[in-house]
């Protein structure tokens, strides 16, 4: 790993300086592919993140005062930043959460167009203006909030921080991003990039676990939160956010549903299922749609051109451009997903595919799974009900759209689904009946910046991506001015 660039600042970020940790506390990060070991990063305690809050409270009225263009200005900057470093971004992404090279690429690219995409919309936030007659002009203003927390998840370290930052920033307010502790170290690195682009204590960044978490969603001088995280966490998340009456942004986990009709073309369906299982990313994913439920007709031959399609999927070293498949996050996540195989094995579900750890040459440490694939899955099992976040896709049988449609919405989850048909008359049905805040109609995986991504039921609240993100974070004010 000599070639890694590392960030030589493993402190906490506020107020425009780095900090070292109020209680010293420091964690390890290591390669989930090779168990190669990182060095020590700052882990912020709840006492550290008042003070980030503190110094973005403070900063907070010289940023909203600064005219929109000239806070857009600092955000094409950072997406600038973003693509002229976007290899050694890319591949300390890639060491450090076990994702491939290859996709992490995609991954800096994704974050610096939501800088570029925030930064374009700040004349958006507009206010209208309400007729009352002669006598009076009525006006709304949209105002940013203050400061905002970013709460991010491990499997897109680099691309939830730069995506995540933008709208609120482009909005007015002050930003703390807290990344996931178990993959800090691109966060870091761009961070230190963009040391003088932004005023002091506009952006923040504290690394750290719950504690840190925790202040950062019920701490009275944070005005909203963003979470991108699992269903429990999003509990949580909300919870602290009660006590001050916040508002909140959950995108949280999916069980999504993949739901092929009779009269698609196999291979292309085939196609689909792979992509959308996210393999490259073992899975670690939250729009992986992880159950594909087949029509009866077209079940046998869709399985068997699924498992063909799976030979492009070969774990391997997180860092080499040749790799198509990561390693798990973690140990504890290793464990977790090989834990659902077996029960997948015990309740009864057909292995037609991988079933336990993948050997890689040389790597005898990584957490790799194989791409893993169960047939004759019933509705009620355990993996056709909890998100795995591992490379398990569980596959259904069906023959009564009623029923598919029954299924598909039959867990606590509703983030993506994605529905294959040549009949569009049938699609737009199913569209509509589906509980998902995000269809795919023939296509799995995407996303579309301006198409407002989020979940219904426990994936979440809010849409991101989107104009409508960009608003949420601001609030509006009624003007009444008397003429008479
Ligand atoms: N909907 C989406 O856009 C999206 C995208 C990626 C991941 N996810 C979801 O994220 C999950 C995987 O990520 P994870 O394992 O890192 O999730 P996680 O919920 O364990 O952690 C997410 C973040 O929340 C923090 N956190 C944990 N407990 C907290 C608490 N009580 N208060 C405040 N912060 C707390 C963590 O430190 C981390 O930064 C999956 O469920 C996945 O579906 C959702």
Redesign the pocket.
């Known amino acids: 790993m000599s070639t890694l660039t590392l960030p030589k600042n493993r402190d906490l970020y506020y107020g425009g300086a780095w900090h070292a940790p109020k209680d010293g506390q420091t964690r390890q990060t290591a390669s989930p592919a090779t168990g190669e070991r990182f060095g020590p990063v700052a882990v912020g305690s709840g006492e550290d993140m008042a003070q980030a809050i503190a110094a973005a409270k403070a900063a907070f009225r010289g940023w909203r005062d600064t005219p929109p263009r000239h806070r857009a200005a600092a955000l094409k900057i950072a997406a600038r930043i973003l693509r002229e470093n976007k290899a050694e971004l890319a591949k300390l992404d890639a060491a450090e959460s076990g994702n491939p090279v290859s996709a992490m690429l995609k991954d800096v690219d994704m974050a610096a167009d939501g800088l570029d995409f925030f930064a374009g919309l700040v004349t958006e936030i507009k206010g209208e203006s309400i007729p009352m007659g002669p006598d009076a002009v009525n006006f709304t203003q949209r105002e940013p909030l203050g400061v905002v927390g970013r709460?991010?998840?491990?499997?897109?370290p680099l691309m939830?921080c730069g995506a995540k930052m933008a709208a609120p920033l482009a909005a007015g307010n002050t930003v703390i991003i807290?990344?996931?502790?178990?993959a800090p170290l691109s966060v870091l690195r761009f961070f230190e990039l963009l040391e003088g682009v932004f005023p002091p204590g506009v952006l923040n960044c504290v690394n750290?676990?719950?504690e840190a978490?925790?202040v950062?969603?019920g701490h009275p001088d944070v005005a909203m939160v963003g979470?991108?995280?699992?269903?429990?966490?999003?509990r949580?998340?909300m919870a602290?956010a009660a006590k001050t009456v916040k508002p909140v942004m959950l995108?949280?986990?999916?069980k999504n549903a993949l739901i092929a009709c009779a009269d698609v073309d196999i291979d292309k369906v085939a196609q689909g299922i792979v992509a959308g299982m996210n393999f490259s990313w073992c899975g670690?994913?939250?729009?992986s749609t992880s159950r594909a439920l087949i029509h009866a007709e077209i079940y046998d031959a869709v399985i068997a051109r699924v498992v063909e399609k799976l030979a492009a999927f070969r774990p391997g070293d997180p860092t080499d451009p040749q790799t198509t498949m990561g390693a798990l996050i973690s140990r504890a996540q290793y464990e977790k997903v090989l834990r659902y195989i077996e029960i997948g094995k015990t309740e009864g579900a057909r292995l037609v595919a991988g079933g336990g750890p993948a050997d890689v040459a040389g790597l005898e440490k990584g957490n790799f799974v194989a791409p893993t694939i169960f047939a004759d899955v019933t509705p009620d099992m355990t993996i056709a009900r909890e998100?795995i976040?591992g490379p398990v896709l569980s596959i259904l049988k069906w023959t009564d759209e009623d029923k598919a449609i029954e299924i598909t919405n039959s867990v606590e989850y509703g983030?993506t689904c994605s529905i294959w048909t040549r009949d569009l008359v049938r699609a737009h049905r199913m569209a509509q009946r589906a509980d998902a805040g995000f269809v795919w109609i023939n296509k799995a995986g995407p996303h579309f910046l301006g198409a407002p991504?989020?979940?219904v039921k426990q994936?979440?609240i809010g849409r991101?991506e989107c104009l409508g993100e960009m608003l949420s974070f601001t609030r509006e004010k009624n003007i009444h001015i008397a003429l008479d």
């Open positions: 709460i991010i998840a491990y499997n897109h939830f807290k990344p996931a502790e178990q750290g676990g719950v978490g925790k950062l969603a979470l991108i995280g699992s269903v429990p966490t999003g949580a998340v602290e995108e949280l986990g999916g670690q994913s939250c729009g998100e976040f983030l991504f989020g979940g994936s979440g991101e």
